[in-house]
């Protein structure tokens, strides 16, 4: 215990040594002065200050059980936590902070399974934001956070809000202790203590950093209070009532066609999606009854118009025409490639409440579209929240906004792709998966001996993702 102390000290002067902690007037990230910066991405530099360092997390990780995998905070923490794992021989699995463009658009890359207990390695807590953030992403693979082991503990705070979090953290040194070691070795003195002291008594970060919502773990009825969209309030209503996340994609040509499987299917889903261009016999003699089955039967009607021009043109669009759109779809889709104008265009045409669903990914093998715009897409959707409703997307990228809704197509139990680009997962893998709160399914039931049966069942099959997903 002794010899470790003496260790710990030693390892406190080298940081001192090598400017991994300095005193002075420093500026933070957010503009406000520090009597102390710790900067631990020196570190790399100095193999045997980085041989201490794992050895002495190492001692600290003896206490932790079970642990299956570790993870270092990207990024100052990643050759930290390599260093741990070739120390301990603990398997790493390591966090992007970005998706990458192509390919599996993985966040965490190696190898665990579902259920895996992960370590957390960082190099100083303030916060704990950034913590929070690798323990989200790999909560969301399924691998299960408690423990997280760190070099400084800056003792602003963060150690509560991990542990309100659930997450334990044990750090190897406290900034007091640290500092009490300097002054021992004469590195510092006196003063220079007193000055931190009042620094971390005014400094302390108030729990409100990171609410931790997760949108996953709430019901659709508890997301119908969170949103800030009519429509969507009501589709979250309509989806709890009824019990369905099932919006069938009416893909049919005659007009009959499209009234018969309203009809039919109405009472299993929440929303009947539509391509209004593609009925041959369209006439506005179809739209009163179509309003009448959506109102009896209790779901939403959805446009999938994909608007994607000038705000005055989608106006138009949206008003004008032989559709008529405004006059009977709640809901409509369109693209974010010509930024806010298309949600003005809408706004100006809409006569009564309505939802925009943004297209921020598809389901179409080889689409251009590139993270950077799916991400503007989910930052236009929030920043818009009367009117948006949701998400048109294949992957989970809105965790911490619950009023919006994630709308994912391209599922199909029986195939994984059609002769067109278009790519299918199961009802299992969008929900449980990938964050779906909607499942759009049109082949899959429509050209089904019975779609009426097999609407049922792939309404059963989301549903029950959906109830799985909860727990
Ligand atoms: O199940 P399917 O393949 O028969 O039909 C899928 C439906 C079609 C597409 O126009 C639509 O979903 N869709 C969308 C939407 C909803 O906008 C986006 C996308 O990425 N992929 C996709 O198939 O009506």
Redesign the pocket.
């Known amino acids: 215990m002794a010899n470790q102390e003496q260790t710990l000290k030693a390892f406190a002067v080298q940081l001192f040594q090598i400017d991994a902690i300095k005193f002075g007037e420093f500026k933070t990230k957010v503009g406000l002065m520090t009597p102390v910066y710790c900067d631990l991405r020196v570190i790399v530099s100095y193999p045997d200050v980085m041989k201490t360092l794992a050895n002495l997390l190492e001692q600290q990780i003896k206490d932790i059980t079970n642990v299956d995998i570790i993870c270092g905070v990207p990024y100052t923490a990643l050759p930290i936590a390599t260093a741990v794992s070739l120390n301990t021989g603990l398997p790493m699995v390591m966090r992007r902070k970005e998706a990458k463009d192509y390919g599996t658009r993985k966040l965490i890359e190696g190898v665990f399974k579902e259920g895996d207990k992960c370590l957390i390695v960082e190099d100083v807590v303030t916060s704990g934001s950034s913590i929070l953030e690798t323990v989200k992403d790999l909560q969301n693979e399924g691998i299960k956070c408690s423990d997280a082991i760190v070099l400084l503990n800056r003792e602003q705070g963060g150690a509560n809000i991990l542990k309100n979090n659930g997450i334990n953290m044990h750090a190897l040194l406290t900034l007091s202790q640290l500092i009490s070691y300097l002054i021992e070795a004469k590195c510092i003195d006196v003063a220079t203590n007193e000055k931190v002291k009042q620094y971390l008594a005014e400094n302390q970060v108030k729990d409100a950093v990171l609410p931790a919502i997760n949108r996953l773990k709430l019901s659709y009825q508890e997301r119908a209070k969170l949103t800030k969209n009519v429509v969507a309030e009501k589709l979250f209503q309509i989806m709890s009532t009824k019990q369905t996340n099932l919006c069938l ?1 009416a ?1 049919v040509t005659v007009a009959s066609d499209l009234l018969n499987l309203a009809e039919q299917v109405g009472p299993y889903i929440c929303a009947l ?1 539509t ?1 209004i261009d593609i009925i041959e016999d369209f006439s506005s003699n179809l739209l009163s009854p179509l309003k009448e089955i959506a109102h009896r039967h209790n779901f939403l009607l959805f446009e ?1 118009r ?1 608007f994607a021009d000038i705000g005055k043109t989608v106006e138009l669009q949206f008003s004008k025409g032989i559709h008529l759109i405004s006059s009977w779809a709640s809901l409509v ?1 369109a693209h974010s490639l010509l930024g806010k104008g298309v949600l003005d265009g809408i706004k100006a045409a809409s006569l009564d409440s309505c939802g925009v ?1 943004l ?1 921020a ?4 093998a080889g ?1 251009l579209i590139t993270e950077s715009y799916t991400k503007s897409t989910v930052k236009l959707a929030s920043d818009y929240p009367q009117l948006v409703a949701g998400i ?1 997307c ?1 992957n989970n990228l809105f965790l911490d906004n619950p009023g919006l809704i994630q ?1 994912t ?4 139990i029986n195939k994984t792709s ?1 002769n067109m680009g ?1 790519q ?1 997962n199961s009802p299992e893998f969008v929900v449980g998966k990938k964050g779906a709160d909607i499942a ?5 039931i ?1 050209e089904a001996k019975d779609p009426v049966e097999t609407a049922k069942l792939y309404r059963n099959l989301l549903w029950e993702a959906y109830t799985m997903r909860l727990k």
Do not use: C, I
């Open positions: 994609a893909d999606k391509h999938d994909k889709t669903f297209l990914e598809t389901s179409a689409s048109v294949q709308l197509p391209g599922v199909n059609d278009q299918y759009v399914v049109g082949r899959g429509t």
